[in-house]
Antibody
Framework: QITLKESGPTLVKPTQTLTLTCTFS??????????VGWIRQPPGKALEWLALIYWDDDKRYSPSLKSRLTITKDTSKNQVVLTMTNMDPVDTATYYC???????????WGQGTLVTVSS | EIVLTQSPDFQSVTPKEKVTITCRAS??????LHWYQQKPDQSPKLLIK???QSISGVPSRFSGSGSGTDFTLTINSLEAEDAAAYYCHQSSSLPWTFGQGTKVEIK
């Protein structure tokens, strides 16, 4: 059974750096074809993909946010970390981590964590 | 970037009615189109993968069709528990993109 859970601050100030951790179970991020991605959703709005890390440590980012994002993995701890610099109130959203299946689609999502950016 | 456009944005439907949601891609994505259901305050749930492939545990009233640029999610005989937002998502190429969502309300 695959599960993922996001953790991190619920409130950050403008210009600060956000660090979110995704802790997962039920799969290994060293299995060929597997990945973990981050997706966010502002309140009442649509889903937006942010970043993806593959089993082989290949990393991909949203072109519009690439300069602000870093994704890393710790396979031994079953964790993936996303950092986003220079936070702004428009970054207020629920942040999800998700499992990318070997088939290439997202099949499992974490419960999400709401991050509010406010002074 | 591949843009996904869903229609309609909102639909109010009576139980047992049939619901059809469309998703149009700005360029051909083969069958790399997936559908998700998101209920209020919940994370998205995978309903259909690769345009038309069913997912274990998902009721059979949910089905998908299409390829290339035009895709459809159909809910046959809508039930009250189907009130949710529905999103399409393409994994054909990065950046991954999602449709803007379709909210289905039960009358």
């Amino acid at each position: 059974q695959i599960t993922l859970k996001e953790s991190g601050p619920t409130l950050v100030k403008p210009t600060q750096t956000l660090t979110l951790t995704c802790t997962f179970s039920g799969f290994s991020l060293s299995t060929s074809g597997v990945g973990v991605g981050w997706i966010r959703q502002p309140p009442g709005k649509a889903l937006e993909w942010l970043a993806l890390i593959y089993w082989d440590d290949d990393k991909r980012y949203s072109p519009s946010l690439k300069s602000r994002l870093t994704i890393t993995k710790d396979t031994s701890k079953n964790q993936v970390v996303l950092t986003m610099t220079n936070m702004d109130p428009v970054d207020t959203a629920t942040y999800y981590c998700a499992h990318r299946s070997i088939g290439g689609y997202v099949d499992y999502w974490g419960q999400g964590t709401l991050v509010t950016v406010s002074s | 970037e591949i843009v996904l456009t869903q229609s309609p944005d909102f639909q109010s439907v009576t139980p047992k009615e049939k619901v059809t949601i469309t998703c149009r891609a700005s360029q051909s994505i083969g069958s790399s189109l997936h559908w998700y259901q998101q209920k209020p305050d919940q994370s998205p749930k995978l309903l259909i993968k690769y345009a038309s492939q069913s997912i274990s545990g998902v009721p059979s009233r949910f089905s998908g069709s299409g390829s290339g640029t035009d895709f459809t999610l159909t809910i046959n005989s809508l039930e009250a528990e189907d009130a949710a937002a529905y999103y399409c998502h393409q994994s054909s190429s990065l950046p991954w993109t999602f449709g803007q969502g379709t909210k289905v309300e039960i009358k």
